[in-house]
């Protein structure tokens, strides 16, 4: 190690050996990737709870209210409209002593418009002063009548209890995760742009706690867990561990991504798959996905009959009374478990410690061809072309941004996809110097985003890394060279996008259509709440795609 600190005019000799043998270093860094990633299975840990105090599925369910919740359903199957049903929903909270309220709220884009009402019912701690709550949401929505009732019978039953040492709230939403917003900015005195909702009467204390709930049919079988929420944020492992052990209780087989506990390496490969798709491109997974944003933990619980039902309404009610008994009983938020982690089952998970050294063995081959153009370069001069890429990309992005909201942005944004396919040239005496700040800006890029969303960065790794490698590696065959301009169109985003599409599209037919609505359901996720995916394809997939296509023109 002495040798590595001492100034002697040379570079160290072991890095000079790695720095020569940075094509080997690069395939065998992806495939140990690759191992890595089979056998991450076997760093999985068995899921427990962290908080104490939750005490999950040991209190005794006293739910009695059957008679009222199937009278909802049979209302709400025999006259179902919106505007009488949040009447009847008011109605019912007002005549048993539930704060209730009406909220109003419009959403106005060029491409998406949307106006809606929620309906909300508080119910203020006995025990305590309002300054923390707890919230069960629900969609106001044909198709969760079942969901519906079983809500408002169990606000009915709670406003009776005299346990509560937390405001306890329902909301009925409007408009999925649009409603959901409108009531949590409302809440927290925010703003949202391109919205507007009616503030609200009763206030209540900050959230610990929030849960969603949902039914298909009256009787069930099984627990599906929705978690992934708005930039790859995951609720605190604890609530979802909360949830299933009140299914257990109650012998509902619990799901994540509609897959049970199985003990094949297959099965719990094909769940760890969807985990890390869902984390990386999925916004909007359901109403809890708003929660994220303002720092609230939240899940979604879907009830379903998959094989033999024997569970009902009645039992979907203990449920949500044990989880808002347990949320009641905590000291202070969640904090004691994990909020980063892979959920391969609902029995296991994989730690943030286990899963982050793939992107790392990822990462490492660029690292070392990095250093390898630092070595060969002779004198350090960069294109200008490289930095009105960078230019032209943030400023099509600022304008793509700003015209979301105007009824040109169809116009704009169908123009700007031409803006891909623009070929820049690169002089020879700069294509060391742009391919030694290329790499270390892929590196430094992708290696930040992990840190905010690992499975985009995962995913966009595994294509950035291989194709740059292979290039490089193979850089002086002649057919290949000549292959090399072809196969950078071949690598654009909007091309690998459509690939995508073809795999995974249900109807191959409209491809294009479903890129355009694909991009713009992006573009409106980012306008309203925020999402990383659209920024990063502009400011950062974009302008990568032209330096690399660059890069492949001149060494042509």
Not at 70 to 81: G, S, T
Not at 126 to 132: D, H, Q
Not at 145 to 152: C, D, G, K, Q, V
Not at 344 to 355: K, L, Q
Request: some cysteine; charged content about 15%; glycine content about 4%.
């Amino acid at each position: 190690m002495r040798s590595l600190s001492e100034s002697i005019g040379k570079r160290p000799w072991i890095l000079i050996k790695i720095v020569d043998k940075w094509k080997e270093i690069g395939v065998l860094s992806i495939l140990s990737c690759f191992l890595y990633v089979i056998f991450l299975m076997k760093f999985s840990e068995k899921t427990r709870i962290s908080e104490n105090a939750l005490l999950p599925a040991l209190v005794n369910e006293n739910f009695q209210y059957s008679h009222h919740i199937n009278a909802f359903v049979k209302h709400f199957h025999n006259n179902y409209n919106n505007r009488e049903n949040r009447k009847y929903i008011e109605n019912n909270l007002e005549m048993n002593g539930i704060k209730v309220q009406q909220q109003s709220f419009s959403l106005s884009l060029p491409f998406f418009n949307y106006s809606g009402i929620n309906i909300i019912g508080t119910i203020r701690a006995n025990r305590s002063p309002s300054v923390e709550s707890i919230l069960l949401a629900v969609p106001l929505e044909e198709n969760s009548i079942e969901a519906m009732s079983t809500a408002l019978a169990l606000a009915i039953y709670c406003r009776e209890q005299i346990y509560w040492a937390r405001d306890v709230i329902f909301v009925f939403v409007d408009g999925n995760i649009y409603g959901m917003a409108a009531y949590l900015s409302a809440h927290h005195g925010t703003t949202l742009p391109f919205m507007k909702f009616d503030r609200i009467k009763y206030h209540s204390g900050s959230i610990v706690g929030a849960f969603v709930i949902n039914a298909t049919g009256s009787v069930f079988d099984t627990m599906d867990i929705k978690y992934n929420m708005i930039n790859g944020q995951l609720p605190n492992l604890d609530l979802i561990n909360l949830m299933v052990r009140l299914a257990d209780k109650f012998s509902l087989t619990s799901t994540v991504f509609n897959h049970e506990y199985e003990s094949e390496w297959l099965d719990a490969m094909k769940t760890l798959k969807n985990a890390v798709v869902t984390q990386a491109f999925i916004n909007n997974e359901g109403i809890h996905s708003i929660f994220g944003l303002f720092g609230i933990q939240a899940v979604t619980i879907h009830l379903k009959n998959i094989v033999s039902a024997h569970a009902n309404l009645h039992d979907l009610a203990c449920i949500c009374e044990g989880a808002l008994r347990s949320l009641n009983n905590i000291i202070e938020k969640f904090h004691q478990s994990y909020f980063l982690y892979i959920l391969p089952n609902c029995r296991h998970f994989i730690s943030v410690a286990y899963y982050m050294p793939a992107i790392g063995l990822l990462l490492l081959p660029l690292i070392v061809r990095c250093l390898k153009e630092w070595f060969s370069i002779g004198q350090f001069a960069l294109s200008n072309s490289y930095f009105w890429i960078h230019l032209i990309a943030f400023t099509n992005y600022i304008i793509s941004s700003s015209l979301l909201a105007s009824a040109h942005f169809y116009i704009y944004h169908h123009f700007s996809l031409f803006l891909l396919f623009v070929p820049y040239y690169l002089e020879e005496k700069y294509i060391e110097s742009t391919r030694f700040i290329f790499l270390l800006e892929v590196s430094l890029i992708l290696g930040s985003l992990s840190l905010l969303n690992f499975s985009l960065a995962f995913i966009i790794s595994l294509i950035v890394v291989p194709v740059i490698l292979f290039f490089s590696a193979f850089a002086a065959i002649k057919q290949l060279k000549r292959m090399k301009p072809i196969f950078g169109y071949f690598i654009n985003p909007v091309i690998l996008s459509i690939i995508f599409l073809l795999l995974f599209a249900e109807k191959k037919e409209s491809l294009l259509n479903n890129l355009s609505v694909w991009i713009n359901e992006f573009a409106q996720m980012h306008l309203l709440f925020g999402s990383i995916i659209y920024p990063i394809l502009f400011v950062f997939l974009i302008p990568i795609w032209n330096i690399l296509s660059q890069i492949f023109y001149a060494c042509n």
